[in-house]
Structure formats: structure tokens, C-alpha cells
């Protein structure tokens, strides 16, 4: 079971079931082309309550990347159905490895990408698939779609190259809206996150890069902050269910990449950062 499988997630768009399971390796493979006679009712787990309409005629090639099989069966479900939204859903994938071989692969023009994700999260799928962002040709450009509405991660991935950021909460409508928007080369956020987007970049007096912390994975940042607040490492793996060894090696990895000595010392570099 992989660490991001405990994850509070929302479901799919307008209701689609969440899963707790992650998707096996061999789910990261191109999906099935869309058939002509693909139905035009809503989608299975509630729809968005509403057709998309037939998208003017336009196409897109899309790949979804989530660790949770349910969610992605949810968004294909809602928006996959390319003859009446013109969303072709080409790929899927649940981990950063899967995720950056399936978009070399089939060079979508989107990608949808999940914050959160086994390998690293969604930043470092940014940071492996940066010559595709810059492929004057045929750049791939990437749309997050996540649960998490916080600061840090949407300014996270919007400086890893990302065009925009939605939460799950988004309906299927608004959702392939946003997909032609960023296929476009517009920048796409939901209500209230575009402001923590210019409260980092455009204000004049906001705070550096802070390269330390972008070396470590959103899983070890999450464990960081867990410590910062004194929480044990049997608390930390109940917390974010999984084990405390996993726990013990995140901790590790956070100390060496720091290069700090202990959890006292680790505290006191997150409580300057504030990020406790």
C-alpha cells in the first residue's frame, strides 16, 4: 500500500468515488481510445449536471496522473467522453516513475497532476517532464488537480512550471473548460488560490526561493512539520498511515538533505521557516 493511499481525498468531480487502493504498475500504460459509440448521459458517481457540449469540434490529449484508481476512473468518466466533450484521455498514471514514462510516451498537450503522489509528488514530476514544458513545438503543459488547497503546494507546482491549479471540488464542465484554457496557454486557478500565486510572485517584496526546503519530496516535508510540533514517530505513521520505519527513513532523508544533526535541530529550522 503506498504512503499517499492514506490521503484524505475528495472524490472525483461532482461526487466520482475515491479509492484507498493505488494503482498497480501496469496501470500506467496508455489508456483505451475513446469508441465512437461512447454514451452521452452523465457520468457514474453523480455527473457534473450538465452536458459539456460537443466542444466545438475541438480535441485535446489528455493524461490523468493520481495514486488513487477510483478518482482517475471517476475523471474519465466525467470528461473522457471525447465525442460529446472533445477530452481524449490517452494516459493514466499513479506514481512520478509511472507518470513521467506515460507522458514521454504519448506527449499529451495536458496533463492533469495530482500535489501529492508516491515518488516525490507532483513538483518533481514538473522537474522530469521540464524539457516537454519547453518543447517550442509541442509543449506538454500541466493543469493540477488536487484536494489540497494549500498555499504551499499550489505556489510549489505553479514554480515547477505548472499553468494552473483546481481542486476536486471543480465540476466535470468546468473542469474540460480548464483543460482548453491550458491547452490554450492560459493560467487556470479556482476562486481564492490565484491569490496565493501573486501574493509569491508579484509582490515586490516576497520572500526568495528558499532552495532548501524545494530539495525535499511533499511526503518529507509532511513528516517534517509533524516533527516541528513534537508529534512521535508512532503518531507521524498513524497520521499519514504508514509505518514508522518509513517514518524513521523520511526523517533521515530530511536531516541528511538539511544537513542538520537531530529532530531539535530540524525543529528549529522548520519554526524559523514558519512552517509549523
Same mark, same amino acid.
Given at each position: 500500500m503506498s504512503e499517499a493511499q492514506g490521503d484524505n481525498r475528495q472524490a472525483g468531480p461532482a461526487g466520482s468515488a475515491e479509492s484507498a487502493e493505488a494503482a498497480p504498475a501496469a496501470e500506467a500504460t496508455a489508456a483505451a481510445e475513446a469508441t465512437e459509440g461512447a454514451q452521452t448521459g452523465a457520468a457514474a458517481g453523480g455527473g *457534473?449536471?450538465?452536458?459539456?457540449?460537443?466542444?466545438?469540434g475541438r480535441r485535446v490529449r489528455v493524461v #490523468?496522473?493520481?495514486?488513487?484508481?477510483?478518482?482517475?476512473?471517476?475523471?474519465?468518466?466525467? %470528461?473522457?467522453?471525447?465525442?460529446?466533450?472533445?477530452?481524449?484521455?490517452?494516459?493514466?498514471?499513479?506514481?512520478v516513475d509511472q507518470a513521467v514514462t506515460v507522458i514521454t510516451a504519448t506527449r499529451p498537450e495536458?496533463?492533469? &497532476?495530482?500535489?501529492h503522489l508516491p515518488g516525490g509528488g507532483g513538483v518533481e514530476v514538473l522537474r522530469r517532464c521540464a524539457p516537454l514544458m519547453a518543447d517550442p513545438e509541442q509543449p506538454v503543459r500541466f493543469l493540477a488537480l488536487s484536494v489540497s488547497d494549500a498555499a504551499e503546494d499550489v505556489i510549489g507546482v505553479i514554480r515547477g512550471g505548472a499553468r494552473g491549479y483546481v481542486t476536486k471540488t471543480i465540476t466535470g464542465t468546468d473542469l474540460v473548460d480548464s483543460v482548453f484554457r491550458v491547452q490554450d496557454g492560459d493560467a487556470v486557478f479556482s476562486p481564492r488560490?490565484?491569490?496565493?500565486? #501573486?501574493?509569491?510572485?508579484?509582490s515586490t517584496d516576497?520572500?526568495?526561493v528558499d532552495e532548501d526546503l524545494d530539495r525535499l519530496?511533499?511526503?518529507?516535508?509532511?513528516v517534517l512539520r509533524l516533527i516541528a510540533r513534537g508529534y512521535a514517530y508512532k503518531e507521524i505513521a498513524k497520521?499519514?498511515? %504508514?509505518?514508522?520505519?518509513?517514518v524513521e *527513513?523520511?526523517? *533521515?532523508?530530511?536531516?541528511?538533505? &538539511?544537513? #542538520? *544533526?537531530?529532530?531539535?535541530? #530540524?525543529?528549529?529550522?522548520?519554526?524559523?521557516?514558519?512552517?509549523v
Open positions: *457534473s449536471g450538465g452536458d459539456s457540449g460537443d466542444a466545438g #490523468l496522473v493520481d495514486d488513487h484508481r477510483m478518482f482517475r476512473t471517476g475523471v474519465q468518466a466525467e %470528461i473522457g467522453q471525447t465525442e460529446r466533450t472533445g477530452v481524449e484521455v490517452v494516459g493514466e498514471a499513479a506514481d495536458v496533463v492533469l &497532476l495530482d500535489v488560490l490565484a491569490g496565493f500565486v #501573486l501574493d509569491a510572485f508579484a516576497a520572500p526568495p519530496t511533499q511526503r518529507e516535508r509532511e497520521q499519514l498511515f %504508514i509505518s514508522v520505519k518509513t *527513513s523520511h526523517v *533521515s532523508a530530511v536531516l541528511r538533505k &538539511l544537513q #542538520l *544533526s537531530n529532530r531539535h535541530e #530540524l525543529t528549529r529550522w522548520a519554526t524559523a521557516r514558519r512552517l
